[in-house]
């Protein structure tokens, strides 16, 4: 249910209130430029948007409006599941924000192809 590459970048978007589809799209591409994992630009593509949230309404984790209007619209927001997740959740985001040193320093191993410290392979 949680297994996806886009799935927490919703959630967070979606965590500040209800967007329309263009808007969730921007907000994700706002913070997706660039991930300090692979070191690479990432973009979210459209189609991969609309999976992705079709899972998650199927999940119980998001919910969809379709508007009644011209040119069609269509608003998605967070269920109470999807929001107590993310309550919960925040204090491995916080973990993450406050220790990014360790996770860059990992990252720079990783990108120069050393085994990280005390990964001992003689055994």
Known sequence: MLNGEWLTHILVALSAGPLHYNELHAA???????????GTVRKIQSRA?????????????VDRVEERTFPRSVVYSLTPAAADLLVRARPLI????????????????L?????????DRSD
């Not at 948007?49 to 984790?61: D, Q, V």
């Not at 990108?111 to 990964?119: A, H, I, N, S, Y």
């Open 111 to 119: 990108e120069d192809g050393d085994p990280p410290q005390g990964d």
């Open 94 to 109: 916080d973990w993450a924000e406050e220790n990014l040193d360790l996770i860059e320093r990992l990252q720079k191993t």
């Open 49 to 61: 948007l609309g999976r992705t949230l079709r899972r998650m309404e199927t999940a119980g984790l």
């Open 28 to 38: 994700i591409q706002d913070m997706t430029t660039f991930d300090p994992w692979t």
